[in-house]
């Protein structure tokens, strides 16, 4: 009996993507793969619509209250703190759920799975930083806080280095997204989904040591030239990576209720161990960077 042609992206559900795929000429095809990336980026919307509710709530009052009791340059610090938190959901949140094997099973290619997830996690970061940017150019929170500076119950405070500080706003929690939500795809551990966003930090921490170590040997002072761009092109090079090798990842075992593992122990030590190593690094790059702390 004959059979209808295979689409060109099909996927067997229990096979990596690379399985070689035969191409044919059927009429819609671009209107149901168009119909599956809706589906994806409105269920990816829907599954963290609460974690991005809760930062919009966040922006809201930084934006508006946090100037009043301290410098508003700290709002920026959101980019990094969602940054931190959308790595390790949009990433792994299948694995925390343990319905990976039904995921990989639905008509989506890992790959659309894969960028739909990025689109959503990584465009709302670049939304939220772009926000941010735009409330601190315009100076938004001072025209709220002008009275009680008028009053002399708010005083006024200077950062030296506003461009670098931008340029890193925009490049350290793109580059901590990455790592994290790299790490959480491609692994089938819920701790390391748990704990990516200290991996993708450790991983960003020591980039950027690495950019200030080779600007202070080049020039007489920081600018961000060499680290910023160094950071992206980073994060650009992790995102790819991820994509390649989560278009091979093979299904998972059957998720088992959520329990610690045997060697707990050792993963407390190597984390312990792993926030101590990022303790110092971020003390060694605020030493390098006084220009970036309000006075």
Known sequence: MPTAPLPEDFEH???????????????????????????????EWFAHSRLLLLVLTSWLVAVWMLPLFAHPDWILVLGLIYAMLAGPAYGGGDVIEGCEEFSFSLPATRSERYLARLAVGGGSLLLLTAMNLIVLGLDL???????????????TKHIANPGMLYGLVL??????????????????????????WL?????ALILL???????????????????????????????FAGHRLYRRKEVGPDAHPFQLPAHWWLWALLFLACAAIASLLLRSVLRSLPGLAPN
């Open 199 to 203: 991996w993708g930090g450790l991983a």
């Open 209 to 239: 040591c690495a950019g200030i170590r080779y600007e202070e040997l080049l020039w007489t002072q920081l600018n961000g030239v060499f680290a910023c761009p160094l950071l992206l092109v980073a994060a650009t090079a992790m995102l």
């Open 171 to 196: 490049a350290f929690p793109c580059a901590v997204f990455a790592g994290s939500f790299v790490c959480a795809a491609l692994t089938r551990s819920r701790m390391l989904v748990l704990t990516s």
């Open 13 to 43: 559900p229990g096979l990596p993507e690379t399985v070689s795929k035969e191409r044919f000429n059927m009429p819609g095809r671009r209107a149901q793969r168009s119909r599956v990336w809706l589906g994806l980026l409105w269920c």
């Open 141 to 155: 929170p001072q025209a709220l806080a002008r009275l009680y500076l008028d009053t002399g119950l708010v005083q």
